[in-house]
Structure formats: structure tokens, C-alpha cells
């Protein structure tokens, strides 16, 4: 295709430097946020007057029957054009003739590609923020169902004190929460005009920014035109805040890999989400859990790629900066599908309360709830700490558990003892009192419920 930039030079290039310079395989994804940026920009034209008024809705009808036929399939992307913005003013001038090469009037592609990028990503970053609350829901509701089932909560990875799974679950919510709010927080900044600041200099036209950042649903223009050019900060903001998405779904998945082994047996994922072995008749496998673990070092990978790509570059447009886009779409996509099928595995998951129950039961994981029932007799809690201790000791040595210890071999620990002690190491006794604020309480995991629900209501 004739280079609509040929001028300078003849435009004839190599056809491998065509190729390697070509973005359109990924920036055709954009098509309807350039075209969008494009009907806005010639509204402004025509409103200042630095076109006629009849020549700017002639060019906005022309953008609208390109969209249209896109949308519809009557117009395919030209795989051979540089890019998704040379191709649309391309058609456009195609079928408007003299007219549409009105249409790039104080505009460059450098404000052009930073405009598309930033509306095309406020899309993405809504919908990424959906499909969170869509997983949170999903945690919500099955914690309900499990806010008293009793499970070792552990630290190290050794059984430390009970809890119940339905407040393991709202630990996830909670980090999904703050997802939320990084990438609303993260959305501002990406939605502010970067259209207006041309190639860097801004332009000699009396263009109204404001008309168009207004018109885009953005919050204001840039303040500085080299900077509107030249800032990727939304893209990295994205990435990073969309890497700690992975991180949180990755932490789920490492637990819903352990909870399926048989060694833990916690939970069984639902046929609809594991896969079977090519080998081994007997095998179920998390392959979706252990694919989202493993999908998080690629968004590592696209952010690193941003911030390495962007740290040595003058200002302001740099070729280098094409290079954004098949990072960031692929953390986007990346993300997007971790999410769903994160939420599939968690709303088609059963749990084994039983199982749970058993391995809570092994581990001494109601140790502190005897010292606190030392304290409870007057004791100081290092001493009660102590003597706990010993009779954990005492308990291994004669194979037995802290339930079945008989009474008078406590009282040989301490005189305080009582026949009260069995129902103070009561595994849904000892879960029950823990209704401190954020506790594993069912009542305080039933309340931790009814706020989160409440906030991603909003
Ligand atoms: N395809 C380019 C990109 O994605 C568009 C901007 C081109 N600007 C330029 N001065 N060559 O970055």
C-alpha cells in the first residue's frame, strides 16, 4: 500500500522492514476507540472552525459507515497496512476522496495512538474490575456456605490454630477487594485527553482540548503536550495493578492445588475443571489452577517488558513505544480469563468438611485455646504458655490428643483443671469465641460477608 506518510522519502520500503514495522496484527483490536477518537476530533475541527462545519459531518459520517462496516464484517483490517490509525484514514480518504485527508489536521499519530490506548484501556479496566466482583461474589457465596465448617488454619504450612473455611475463603475477597480499588484508582489517570498535543509540541490551530477530552466521556486534557505523548505511566499503572491481581489468583490456585491433593482432600474441583491423565487412569488434576499459577509469571513478564522498554527513552515519542500494546492486551486478556476460571472452580467446587475436620483434629491446632483457658483460671499467659506446652509434649509421648487426655493427668500440669477444659478445647467451641472483630467467628465471617457484599454492590 502507497504510504500515506510518503513525502520526505518515496515510502517504497523493504518489505521486511514493512512487516517488522507493521503493528496492525495487534492495534486492530482498537478500531472503534481510533475511530471514536477520530469523530470527536473532527466534531472539534469543525466546532473551532478549522474546518467547515458541512466538512466535519461529512467526515463523521464517513468514520461512522467505516465503524459500522467493521463492525459488521462488509470491511476486513488490511493485514498489510502499518497500522490501525493509517488504515482508517486510509478507507476514509478512499471513500471520501479529497476530503478525508482533512481529516489528520492538527493531529499526529503520536497523540492519536496515546488517545486510543488510554480509551481502549479504560474499556479493559472496567471490565477487568467486573469480572473481579464477579469472583468475589462467588467467594462470598460459598463462604456463606462454609462459615462454620471447621478447618486447620495454618502458618508455615503447619496446622496452626482452627478456623473456618468460610473465613479462609473471605481472605480472598478481601485481597480482591483492594483490586478493585487499585484499578478504579488506576482508571482516573488513565482517563485524561492526551488528543491536542499533535506530534509534542501542541499545535498553532485554535483547537478547544477541553471539547474533546469532554466529548471521549475523559475527566480533562493533559496539562503538557510533550508529556501526553510521551506517558506510558496508565499502561505500567495497569500492568503492575493487573500483575497483583495474578498474584492473588495465583496464592488461590497454589491452595486449591494443595486442598485437592489426596493428601489434603480438602475440596474437589468439579470434573468441568480439572483434567484427566493421558497415562494414569486414577488421576484428576487442577491443570486450571495450575495454569493461572503459571500465567502469573507471563503478566510479570509484560510488566517488566513496560518498564524495561520505557526506562531509556528520550522524550517524547519513541518507536520503541509500539511495543506497549502486545504486553498490556496480553496481561489484559491474561487476567480476564484467570478470572473466570477462577470463579467457574470456586462456584463448582464441593468441600470435604470431613476432611477437614479430621486433619483439624491431629496437630494440637487448639493448644492456645488451652493456654487461654489457663488465663481464663488466673494464670499469666507466658506461664499458661508454657505448661500448654509441656502437656503437648506429654500428649506425644502417650499418643494421645488434647481431647482424649484424661482430666487427672491434666491436673497433674496444674490444679486449676476442670471438667470445663474438654469444652474449652472444643474444636467449634474454640471457633466459635473467636468473634474479635475480622475473627473466624461463623458470626464474624457472616459479618465480613454482608460488608464485602455490600461494597461491591456499589
Ligand atoms: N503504530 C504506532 C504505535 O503503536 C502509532 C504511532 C506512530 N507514530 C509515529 N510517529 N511513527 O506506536
Redesign the pocket.
Known amino acids: 500500500m502507497a504510504k500515506l506518510w510518503a513525502g520526505r522519502t518515496d515510502g517504497r520500503t523493504d518489505k521486511a522492514a514493512d512487516e517488522f514495522n507493521s ?1 496492525i496484527g495487534i ?1 486492530r483490536r482498537m478500531y472503534r476507540q481510533d475511530i471514536r477518537g477520530s469523530m470527536a476530533h473532527a466534531a472539534m475541527l469543525g466546532e473551532t472552525g478549522i474546518i467547515e462545519a458541512g466538512e466535519a459531518d461529512a467526515l463523521i459520517d464517513g468514520l461512522q459507515t467505516i465503524l459500522d462496516d467493521l463492525d459488521a464484517g462488509r470491511l476486513a483490517v488490511d493485514p498489510g497496512a ?2 490501525i ?1 493509517m488504515f482508517v484514514e486510509q478507507v476514509l480518504t478512499d471513500r471520501l476522496g479529497e476530503l478525508g485527508k482533512k481529516l489528520h489536521t492538527a493531529r ?3 497523540d ?2 496515546a488517545l486510543d490506548s488510554r480509551l481502549y484501556l479504560r474499556d479493559e479496566t472496567d471490565e477487568i474490575s467486573g469480572r473481579v466482583r464477579e469472583l468475589i461474589a462467588a467467594l462470598c457465596d460459598r463462604a456463606e456456605e462454609y462459615k462454620d465448617t471447621v478447618m486447620p488454619g495454618y502458618t508455615h504450612l503447619q496446622r496452626a490454630q482452627p478456623v473456618t473455611f468460610g473465613h479462609q475463603l473471605m481472605c480472598y475477597a478481601m485481597m480482591l477487594l483492594r483490586d478493585i480499588e487499585r484499578l478504579s484508582d488506576c482508571r482516573k489517570r488513565i482517563n485524561i485527553s492526551p488528543i491536542g498535543s499533535c506530534a509534542l509540541a501542541g499545535t498553532t490551530y485554535p483547537t478547544d482540548r477541553a471539547f474533546e477530552a469532554e466529548k471521549l466521556g475523559m475527566e480533562k486534557p493533559c496539562l503538557n503536550s510533550i508529556d501526553g505523548v510521551s506517558d506510558r505511566d496508565f499502561c505500567v499503572e495497569l500492568a503492575a495493578d493487573i500483575a497483583i491481581v495474578m498474584m492473588h489468583l495465583s496464592r488461590l490456585s497454589e491452595e486449591l492445588v494443595l486442598w485437592a491433593s489426596w493428601e489434603f482432600g480438602f475440596v474437589e474441583l468439579s470434573d468441568a475443571f480439572t483434567t484427566g491423565s493421558s497415562i494414569m487412569p486414577q488421576k484428576k488434576n487442577p491443570d486450571m489452577a495450575e495454569l493461572v499459577r503459571g500465567k502469573t509469571g507471563r503478566v510479570y513478564g509484560d510488566l517488566v517488558t513496560l518498564l524495561t522498554m520505557l526506562k531509556g527513552l528520550p522524550l517524547a ?1 519513541n ?1 520503541d ?2 511495543e506497549d ?1 502486545e504486553c498490556i492486551f496480553d496481561a489484559c486478556d491474561t487476567v480476564k480469563a484467570c478470572l473466570d476460571i477462577t470463579a467457574g472452580m470456586i462456584r463448582t467446587m464441593r468441600a470435604r468438611p470431613e476432611r477437614m475436620r479430621t486433619a483439624a483434629g491431629e496437630g494440637f491446632i487448639n493448644a492456645t485455646d488451652l493456654a487461654d483457658y489457663l488465663v481464663s483460671k488466673g494464670l499469666p499467659f507466658r506461664d499458661a504458655y508454657k505448661i500448654s506446652g509441656r502437656i503437648v509434649s506429654e500428649c506425644i509421648k502417650c499418643g494421645c490428643v488434647l481431647e482424649t487426655l484424661p482430666l487427672e493427668a491434666y491436673k497433674e500440669f496444674s490444679p486449676v483443671f476442670g471438667p470445663d477444659v474438654f469444652c474449652a478445647i472444643d474444636l467449634d467451641e474454640c471457633v466459635k469465641r473467636r468473634t474479635s472483630f475480622g475473627g473466624t467467628a461463623p458470626q464474624s465471617v457472616a459479618a465480613q460477608i454482608a460488608a464485602v457484599r455490600e461494597l461491591i454492590a456499589k
Open positions: 503493528s492495534d502499518e497500522d490509525h499526529s499519530r503520536n492519536q495512538v515519542y518507536k513505544m509500539q500494546k
